[in-house]
């Protein structure tokens, strides 16, 4: 979606006049590359990494539970009566469903969790790129990792520019809390 995004606002910035044509500023980014050189989202994914612990836990000890259900009735299989063999697949069915709808739960449950580690550090090269946009006085940043940009001048990649004040603002001081 942000491709097609950026794509029809690169299509409206070429049809503007010749005299406004000669004002426009392009540049872009690579905001992949942003995020893996960024100190807050490799802390945002160590917290995340942490808290996953936990979830990954309960995934793999209710794999081993239906893994030794299933050895066994493997090993019980020839002395077991047929109602008591279906009673026991049934047994391990109903598990396997329940493992299942707790891993998608999980799974929901951790995109949610990136989603919320992830959106201050979001919100913060926002604003770092929306300065840039400002200072530099670019019409249209477009986004390399969004596959809008198929080639570009390398003299035109805002990414270390960002980078760089990412890494400022990281660094400076947060002001004190008045009293």
Known sequence: MRSSLAISALAC?????????????IGYINSQQILAGS????????????????YQSEVQQLQQEITGMQQRLEQQQLTLSPEAKA??????????TEYQTRTQQLQQLA???????????????TVIIEGVREEGQYSLILDVAAGAIIAADTTLDLTPEVIRRLGATAAAPAPAAPR
């Open 39 to 54: 100190a807050e989202a490799a802390a945002a994914q160590q917290q995340f990494d942490r808290e996953m612990q936990g």
């Open 87 to 96: 009673t026991r697949e049934q047994q391990i069915q109903t598990r396997v």
């Open 13 to 25: 910035a070429l049809l503007v006049g010749p005299a406004e044509a000669q004002t426009l500023k």
């Open 111 to 125: 995109e949610q969790r990136r989603d919320e580690l992830i959106q201050p550090v979001m919100d913060r090269i």
